[in-house]
């Protein structure tokens, strides 16, 4: 607050202050560029005013001492500021290994949000104070944007891909999420919010929603239902077990980390990438499953154990 | 005695030489066609100011004032489309650098007049399928047309508004060309390379961008249509496309065209600054090279529009760092221009305010852009309207007031006309005010979190808005002000006289209007520029 005017956003977020302090930092350092260029030009403008027509100004090429301190100075400001920023960067984009894992699915214009333990949500997104949460995202048409002021937490919701953030909210409360990339018509209408709760709220949130099965448990439901099982379970197919984030060996040699992008191309695409001693004898489950179900197929493989070798490294 | 002679002693100028409709629609030389462009892009300015001055009206109540969502998105995608296309990108190489490149270099025209007027075609071509994209039902995807939404999703008139980018991006490609050509080939004997005006150098980096630049959004363009009309998969992923690859082509020109619309704002500065300080200006070369620099970098930092797109991190570090590299040789610009004023001999004329007032809007526009190189503060920024501000203070706050500066600065030689002074400088110290007023707001509008392209929001943002609307209106006046007494100068302003200003440059050492073939004899050079503490012209 500014002489009662507010100039940030609540932080409700792990990162959200020190977000706000290299704003800040950038804020002064502009403020005080500024202020010099125009006091310059200001001093200079009165100081050297034309004062009669005959006047004749003192011709001056340049000076080089002056052009090395102008251009070092600026330079050092942003390597410093390029540093800080970076590796402030490079820390927020990491999800702790502990984070509990929640869907995301934007359409036109709402969003779809889905908890591990099988609630269901839409435009509204409970999560504990305290508990770090990473989304899994994508989208079913055009591209969104998950952006919660807030935690100055923002990311693109892609189709045909996921993306993934995190946070870890650190004040109760309800915040606005808003669709950052324009996604036609109703864009400013795909808003919600996330409410942050107590933990024990928030169990008893948990447990008073309505339930649908758990994410893997749907999942499971799918291997069987769409005969996944009679390859993947009996040898034909690659088996899923300790799959999710190993190293996954292919026909032409190479190998390839089995991350969600690699699992959904492999259900959508099986020919696109063929592990090395199987048969390409996979049918497309392309216009078969949504993308709802994919991300519960993924949630079933991922139950079924993940390698050392983390694939959320985003 | 050639025809100039007698021009010249018989006060026949380039306006007054011919008369009649087909005089101007078939003429090729360079200074009626940049007043053909004039004419078109203020005719375009117009149509882009009206669909702010709703936009701005709309935004004054949370739940919207005027407007459905729909019609909101199709004002701003036709303000930025416009305003873009058809004003910025055109705007002071086409009007100011058509009519001065060849004058400033020494020639009697373009090196490819006919070609000069074939963009001039183009780009009316271009302008008139976007106008119909307009009347038959608009576009609202956005002056971006990111996909999958332009090429599935949209309804409207997604492609006769793409065609009219593409085609008047020939227009511009052809324009650089022709600029290239006339700097290389066509410069008055002694005039090197290190004699040239500024303005020239500015022109110079600015067609390189357009020359290699405008291609790729062409090709862009083209992919869209391709999808959207024959569902060849390339961006949508339901059709086995990528849609960030889209961003990659379209950034990759649009980025450099952000330097389209700024290096010329910056060449005209130059011009300005030296002649209302009677001053060389201060560290020519590092003015020059600058340009230079800012044109080459400017092609390695699109990636810096996809830091939330989902992109590595590795690639997020290389294009932020490579954004913060564009600061260097703006600052550089900055202070050399502050230092030319140092002991000088400053007047303030109504293009110097324009000037000054260009200085001021630039280095806040570009102080802000550090925001958005740096990753982290960028990532709650993107698509806030802390972006809409900080562009705006470039491309409008910059690139507008060194349009207008330039405008004031050579319409006597254009027109031979003096407009009121007095009534100029008060609109530049409205716009300077309206200005400011209608995007600092935007500023913290952005930091607390309002995404743009919003038709509504919710009702903790309504004070800023509404402080921004109420600048937006009088920046509105301000911009009308000159549009009255330019027109009433070409009949009623005093005689200009060759330079009014004292100034130092080819341009002014011939009548003005002049003559249309610009010089009565070729001139040579024999001094550096901005030579004023020369007291006699040394033009042969």
Not at chain 1, 277 to 291: A, C, R, S, V, W
Not at chain 2, 91 to 102: D, E, K
Not at chain 2, 410 to 421: C, E, N, Q, S, V
Request: with cysteine; proline share 6%; glycine share 8%.
């Amino acid at each position: 607050m500014w002489f009662g005017f507010p100039i940030r956003p609540e932080q409700a977020s792990t990162i959200a202050e020190g977000i706000d302090h290299l704003y800040y930092f950038l804020t002064a350092m502009d403020l005080f560029f500024t202020a010099i260029i125009f006091l310059t030009i200001f001093y200079f403008a009165i100081r050297y005013r034309r004062r009669s027509k005959a006047e004749t100004a003192e011709q001056i090429e340049g000076s080089l001492p002056l052009e090395v301190a102008w251009t070092v100075i600026p330079l050092v400001l942003v390597v410093v500021t390029f540093v800080w920023s970076s590796s402030l960067f490079i820390r927020n984009s990491r999800p702790p290994t502990a984070a509990t894992e929640v869907f995301v699915i934007g359409k036109q214009w709402m969003w779809q949000l889905q908890h591990p333990e099988g609630v269901r949500e839409i435009n509204e997104l409970h999560v504990p104070v305290g508990r770090p949460i990473k989304l899994t995202m994508t989208s079913e048409d055009v591209i969104h944007d998950f952006f919660v002021p807030a935690f100055r937490v923002k990311k693109d919701v892609v189709p045909g891909r996921y993306t993934s953030l995190w946070f870890q909210a650190t004040k109760t409360g309800s915040y606005h999420l808003f669709c950052g990339q324009y996604c036609g018509v109703n864009h400013a209408l795909m808003r919600g919010e996330v409410v942050v709760m107590e933990p024990q709220d928030y169990e008893r949130w948990l447990s008073g929603s309505k339930k649908a099965e758990t994410m893997p448990a749907a999942g499971a439901r799918l291997y069987e239902q769409y005969a996944c099982i009679t390859c993947h379970g009996t040898g034909k197919g690659p088996a899923f077990n300790d799959l999710y984030g190993s190293q996954v060996k292919l026909q032409d040699g190479k190998t390839v980390l089995a991350d969600e992008e690699y699992l959904r191309e492999s259900i959508l695409f099986p020919s696109a990438k063929i592990v090395a001693g199987y048969d390409p004898i996979m049918p497309t489950f392309k216009g078969q499953l949504t993308e709802e179900q994919i991300l519960q197929l993924l949630a079933y493989i991922k139950s079924l154990g993940a390698t050392e070798r983390k694939a959320a490294q985003e | 005695m050639s025809t100039t002679a007698v021009e010249a002693t018989t006060g026949v100028n380039y306006l007054n030489a011919k008369y009649g409709i087909r005089s101007w629609l078939f003429t090729t030389d360079h200074k009626r066609i940049a007043l053909l462009y004039l004419v078109s892009i203020t005719f375009f300015f117009l149509i882009g100011g009206a669909a702010a001055v709703l936009m701005r009206l709309h935004l004054i109540e949370p739940q919207g004032a005027l407007l459905e969502p729909a019609t909101y998105n199709k004002m701003f995608s036709m303000h930025g489309i416009i305003m873009v296309f058809f004003f910025l990108i055109p705007s002071i190489p086409a009007v100011m650098g058509n009519f001065l490149v060849p004058m400033m270099v020494g020639a009697r025209d373009l090196a490819f007049p006919r070609v000069n007027l074939l963009s001039w075609y183009i780009y009316i071509l271009g302008g008139l399928f976007t106008l119909y994209a307009i009347l038959a039902g608009g576009v609202d995807t956005g002056w971006t047309f990111y996909t999958p939404l332009s090429t599935t999703y949209a309804n409207g008139q997604v492609m006769a508004a793409a065609l009219g980018i593409f085609i008047t991006g020939f227009s511009s490609i052809l324009t650089g060309l022709n600029f290239v050509v006339t700097i290389h080939k066509m410069r008055a004997p002694g005039l090197t390379w290190f004699r040239l005006p500024l303005f020239i150098w500015a022109m110079y980096a600015t067609s390189i961008i357009q020359i290699l630049g405008t291609p790729v959004v062409a090709i862009a363009i083209v992919l869209v249509g391709l999808e959207r009309l024959l569902h060849v998969g390339i961006f949508d992923p339901a059709l086995g496309g990528d849609p960030i690859l889209f961003q990659h082509l379209f950034w990759f020109y649009s980025h450099p065209a952000v330097y389209i619309m700024i290096l010329p704002s910056m060449g005209v500065v130059s011009e300005l600054i030296t002649c209302f300080s009677k001053k060389r200006i201060f560290g020519y070369s590092f003015i020059a090279f600058s340009s230079v620099a800012i044109a080459v970098i400017s092609f390695l930092v699109w990636g810096h529009h996809m830091f939330v797109s989902g992109q590595s991190v590795y690639a997020g570090l290389v294009f932020s760092a490579l954004s913060f590299a564009v600061a260097i040789p703006s600052a550089i610009k900055v202070f050399n221009w502050t230092a030319t004023l140092y002991k000088g001999s400053v007047s303030y004329q109504a293009p110097m305010l324009y000037a000054l007032g260009f200085i001021g809007l630039f280095t806040m526009g570009g102080l802000t852009g550090l925001f958005l190189a740096s990753l982290a503060t960028d990532i709650h920024l993107h698509d806030t309207y802390f972006v809409i501000a900080h562009f705006h203070y470039i491309m409008v706050g910059g690139a507008l007031m060194g349009y207008l500066g330039g405008l004031h600065f050579w319409w006597p030689k254009m027109t031979g006309r003096l407009y009121p002074d007095g009534w100029a400088r008060f609109s530049a110290l409205v716009i300077f005010i309206g200005f400011n007023l209608t995007f600092f707001p935007q500023f913290m509008l952005g930091y607390l979190g309002m995404p743009r392209r919003y038709a509504v929001y919710p009702p903790e943002f309504q004070v800023l808005n509404v402080m921004s609307s109420a600048g937006a209106s009088i920046l509105g006046v301000g911009y009308l002000i000159p549009l009255v007494y330019f027109i009433w100068s070409m009949r009623y302003g005093p005689v200009a006289g060759p330079n009014p200003w004292g100034a130092k440059g080819l341009e002014w050492e011939t009548p003005s209007p002049p003559p249309t073939e610009n010089f009565e004899e070729l001139p040579i050079v024999e001094e550096e520029a901005y030579a004023y503490g020369v007291k006699e012209a040394r033009v042969v």
